[in-house]
T-cell receptor, first 111, second 113 residues
């Protein structure tokens, strides 16, 4: 089956850097995604990793190690608007390709 | 380009009733996936439709069903509602099946009393 673990909550200070970790187990790995979800809103796509390594996109970077079943999302120069839930999701092939989401990490950015 | 739209946005139903939710994907997108989101379980995959065919299904009982029309619009139906079905139902569209990026709609908040 598929399983995703990520911390429930994190707190960081405006201007700082925060790393949100995600570990996963899946069959037929076909990609790892990070989504941002503000309270009361729909998730929005942040990043996609299918090969090992770091993908950088502005203040956000995402890292993947397939052999370790591990990913992290790195947020730099934190802003108050970054306070949101960050969802790690994995697509695997278990009787068809399915994208499974973790429970999400609620990030609180304080001044 | 307009985003994913879902109707209705809010719905209150009674146990035992049935409900139909609608999703219109982004123009040109042919794949639609449905998710249930609750505070305790997070985002859980319901099913994916592509070219009017259900391609993948999550671990939900048969009370949950869906369909997709030739214009890619999709509906999901929940019969014999239970209190535990209260949740935010999100629809996501993508250009093709298995496309890596999904675009989510605002969701339908269903409350079962």
């Amino acid at each position: 089956g598929q399983n995703i673990d990520q911390p429930t909550e994190m707190t960081a200070t405006e201007g700082a850097i925060v790393q949100i970790n995600c570990t996963y187990q899946t069959s037929g790995f076909n990609g790892l995604f990070w989504y941002q979800q503000h309270a009361g809103e729909a998730p929005t796509f942040l990043s996609y990793n299918v090969l090992d390594g770091l993908e950088e996109k502005g203040r956000f970077s995402s890292f993947l190690s397939r052999s370790k079943g591990y990913s992290y999302l790195l947020l730099k120069e934190l802003q108050m608007k970054d306070s949101a839930s960050y969802l790690c999701a994995v697509r695997g092939n278990t009787g068809g390709f399915k994208t499974i989401f973790g429970a999400g990490t609620r990030l609180f950015v304080k001044a | 380009k307009a985003g994913v739209t879902q109707t209705p946005r809010y719905l209150i139903k009674t146990r035992g009733q049935q409900v139909t939710l609608s999703c219109s994907p982004i123009s040109g997108h042919r794949s639609v996936s449905w998710y249930q989101q609750t505070p305790g379980q997070g985002l859980q995959f319901l099913f994916e439709y592509f070219s009017e065919t259900q391609r993948n299904k999550g671990n939900f009982p048969g009370r949950f069903s869906g369909r997709q029309f030739s214009n890619s619009r999709s509906e999901m139906n929940v019969s014999t509602l239970e209190l535990g079905d209260s949740a935010l139902y999100l629809c996501a569209s993508s250009p093709g099946q298995g496309w890596y990026e999904q675009y989510f709609g605002p969701g339908t908040r269903l409350t079962v009393t």
